[in-house]
Nanobody, 124 residues
Framework: QVQLVESGGGQVQAGGSLRLSCAAS???????MAWFRQSPEKEREFVAA???????VYSDSVKGRFTISKDNVRKTSYLEMKSLRPEDTAVYYC???????????????????WGQGTQVTVSS
């Protein structure tokens, strides 16, 4: 069972940048990894995903501003966030899954392994 630990969250002004990290307890070379986020009174929503062979998918709201990556040697996934907006404020969760179809990447119920989350706050 893979354990995931997120880090890198914090408070930043609108237009700023942050890089989130998701460290896994085991090798992730065969895993897809993803980032979801959840703000108060909203459901957890898809942000970005990267497959085991490094194909990437993004939600429309972050496309062009966020970049997901995966370092198999460091067993870590990253989410580089630029041009941050107040509406990006949320708890960001990392997820991992060994077997997932491309069409399932944006579906939170398709992911088995989750981290505890890291808070990102963007002030205007």
């Amino acid at each position: 069972q893979v354990q995931l630990v997120e880090s890198g969250g914090g408070q930043v002004q609108a237009g700023g940048s942050l890089r989130l990290s998701c460290a896994a307890s085991d090798t992730v070379s065969a895993y897809a990894m993803a980032w979801f986020r959840q703000s108060p009174e909203k459901e957890r929503e898809f942000v970005a995903a990267i497959t085991w062979n490094f194909m990437t998918v993004y939600s429309d709201s972050v496309k062009g501003r966020f970049t997901i990556s995966k370092d198999n040697v460091r067993k870590t996934s990253y989410l580089e966030m630029k041009s941050l907006r107040p509406e990006d404020t949320a708890v960001y969760y990392c997820a991992a899954e060994a077997t997932i179809a491309m069409e399932g990447l944006a579906e939170k119920h398709e992911w088995d392994y989750w981290g505890q989350g890291t808070q990102v706050t963007v002030s205007s």
